[in-house]
C-alpha cells in the first residue's frame, strides 16, 4: 500500500477517531474532523484521496441531509478521492442516496476493521490507477483540444488557457461570442478536460425547442402530467447527472423557465412536471448566448439574479474576422477534411482565393467558413479551388469599396481585439495601441464601443 495515501475519518467521536487513526496509521496518513465545517476545511487542505464519513456524525435532526451535503460538497471540489460512508441499519435508504451522488462505497454500523480495511485498499488502488492514468489521458486531452480549436492567435491562445484552468473547477460558466465562432466546441472543450469526462454531456437549445414543450424537456415529466405524457420521462436535466450540461442561447430561455432553472442552481434539485418527488442532481453548468444578457436585463427579458449564478466564469470567442492567420489554418483544415469526404483531387486554394478569404468580414464565422469551403469543394471544376468556387465577392467588394472605409474597419477590429484581450481595461489597451487615454475614448466613441462591455464579471449572487 502506498503509505503516503491520505485518509480523512470524518466522525463526531472523537475517542472512535483516535483508535481508528491508531488501527490505520501504518498504511494511511491520517487525519479527522468532527464537524461539518472542520470536514471541508480538513478536505480543502490536506486533499486526502480517501474519506471515510459517518453520514450521521453530527445528531441533528438534518444530520443525514448534512451528510449527503459534504459527499456532494466534497466531490464538487477536486477528483480523485473515494468516500466510503457510514450509516445504521436504520438509514440504508440514506446510504443508497449517498451511492447515488457519487460515494464510493459504504459499510454499516458497528465497522468491522477487517472489512473497512479492505474496502479501503479497493478504494485506494482505483485511486491510483487513476492518477497514474490522469496525466496520459491530459495530454491526449490537450491534443484533441488543439484540434477542436485550431488557431495560433493571441485571442485564441488565452481563450484556450482560460478553459484549461476553469475546465479543472465545477464553476458555472457563461460563453458569450457572435452566431458561428464556436460557443458549444468551447462547452465540450471544457466538459472534455473536466473530471466529468467520462459522464454525459447534454446539450440543450433553448431557442429551438417550443415554449410549450421546454419545460418538460428540462425538467422531465410524469405520466398524465398532460396530454399526451402516456408515460414518465427523464428531463435533459436529470439525464446529465453527475456531467455537464450546455445550455445554447440561454437568451431565449422565457421569463417564467428562467424563475425554474434559478431554484435549480440555488438547490440541485428538480421536480418533474405533474410531481411532487424532489430529485438531486450534480451537474456542471454551462450556457452560451450571442446576446448582450446586461441589455436583456435592462429590457426585463432576462433575470439578474440568473444572469449571475450562470455568470461566474465568463469567457467571449472572439469573431473570425479579428482571428488574423487563424482564417488560413482553418480553412486548411476544412479542405482536409472535406476533400477526404467527398474524395475530390484538390491541391489547395489559389492565391486569390486566399485573398478573397482574407478580405471578406465573415459574419457568420467558423461555421460560415466551414459551410463556404465544404459547397466550393463539392462543386470544385479545378484542382485548385479558385475564387468564383466561394460566391464572397459581392459582400467582400461591397464593405471595402473605399480606403477610408477600409481603415476605419481596420481600426475598430483592433480596439475590438485589444479590449478583448485586456478585458476593457483603459490603461492596458490605451498601452498596446500607443495612445493616450483621451484619444483613446475618441476613437470608442468615434466606433460606439464601450470598454465596460469587454469587462470580465466573476461575483456570484
Not at 73 to 83: C, D, E, G, M
Not at 257 to 286: C, D, S, W, Y
Not at 357 to 377: D, F, Q, S, T
Request: charged fraction near 25%; charge should be neutral; aromatic fraction near 4%.
Amino acid at each position: 500500500m502506498n503509505h503516503t495515501t491520505k485518509l480523512l475519518i470524518a466522525d463526531d467521536d472523537e475517542v472512535l477517531c483516535s483508535q481508528m487513526r491508531w488501527a490505520l496509521a501504518e498504511h494511511y496518513e491520517v487525519v479527522t474532523a468532527h464537524t461539518p465545517e472542520q470536514v471541508l476545511a480538513t478536505y480543502a487542505q490536506h486533499r486526502p484521496e480517501l474519506v471515510l464519513l459517518d453520514l450521521n456524525y453530527n445528531q441533528g435532526a438534518t444530520s443525514e441531509n448534512q451528510g449527503l451535503e459534504l459527499v456532494e460538497k466534497i466531490l464538487a471540489q477536486a477528483r480523485p478521492v473515494k468516500i466510503i460512508v457510514v450509516t445504521g441499519n436504520q438509514e440504508r435508504e440514506v446510504a443508497r442516496a449517498a451511492l447515488r451522488a457519487g460515494a464510493h462505497d459504504h459499510l454499516l454500523k458497528p465497522v468491522n476493521l477487517d472489512e473497512l480495511k479492505v474496502l479501503l485498499h479497493r478504494a485506494s488502488a482505483v485511486v491510483q490507477l487513476e492518477k497514474e492514468s490522469a496525466t496520459a489521458w491530459e495530454e491526449a486531452a490537450l491534443v484533441e483540444a488543439e484540434n477542436m480549436l485550431l488557431g495560433r492567435s493571441p485571442e485564441m491562445r488565452s481563450l484556450v488557457q482560460t478553459v484549461k484552468k476553469v475546465s479543472r473547477t465545477d464553476a458555472a460558466m457563461l460563453i458569450t461570442g457572435e452566431s458561428g465562432t464556436g460557443k458549444e466546441l468551447i462547452a465540450r472543450l471544457v466538459h472534455q478536460l473536466s473530471s466529468r469526462h467520462a459522464q454525459p454531456f447534454v446539450a440543450i437549445n433553448c431557442g429551438a425547442i417550443p415554449e410549450n414543450l421546454l419545460e418538460s424537456e428540462l425538467f422531465g415529466h410524469e405520466k398524465g402530467a398532460f396530454t399526451g405524457a402516456i408515460a414518465q420521462r427523464k428531463g435533459k436535466l436529470e439525464a446529465g447527472d453527475h456531467g455537464t450540461i450546455f445550455l445554447d442561447e440561454i437568451g431565449e430561455l422565457p421569463l417564467s423557465l428562467q424563475v425554474k432553472l434559478l431554484r435549480f442552481l440555488q438547490n440541485h434539485t428538480v421536480e418533474r412536471v405533474g410531481g411532487a418527488a424532489t430529485i438531486p442532481l450534480n451537474v456542471r453548468m454551462l450556457a452560451a448566448t450571442n446576446r448582450d444578457l446586461e441589455k436583456e436585463i435592462a429590457a426585463a427579458r432576462f433575470r439578474e439574479d440568473l444572469y449571475y449564478r450562470l455568470n461566474v466564469i465568463h469567457v467571449r470567442v472572439p469573431p473570425l474576422r479579428v482571428r488574423g492567420e487563424d482564417l488560413a489554418l482553418l480553412a486548411q483544415h476544412f479542405l482536409q477534411k472535406f476533400v477526404a469526404e467527398y474524395h475530390k483531387p484538390l491541391r489547395g486554394f489559389s492565391p486569390q482565393a486566399l485573398k478573397l478569404m482574407r478580405e471578406y468580414h465573415w459574419p457568420g464565422n467558423v461555421r460560415e467558413l466551414e459551410n463556404k469551403i465544404r459547397k466550393a469543394v463539392i462543386l470544385a471544376r479545378h484542382h485548385v479551388l479558385l475564387p468564383e468556387d466561394f460566391e464572397l465577392a459581392p459582400q467582400a467588394g461591397s464593405r471595402r469599396n473605399s480606403l477610408r472605409e477600409a481603415l476605419g474597419a481596420l481600426e475598430r477590429e483592433m480596439l475590438i481585439a485589444a479590449l478583448r484581450r485586456h478585458q476593457g481595461v483603459i490603461t492596458n489597451v490605451a498601452a498596446e495601441l500607443d495612445l493616450n487615454r483621451v484619444t483613446l475614448y475618441d476613437l470608442l466613441k468615434k466606433h460606439n464601443l464601450d470598454h465596460q462591455q469587454f469587462k470580465v464579471h466573476s461575483k456570484g449572487r
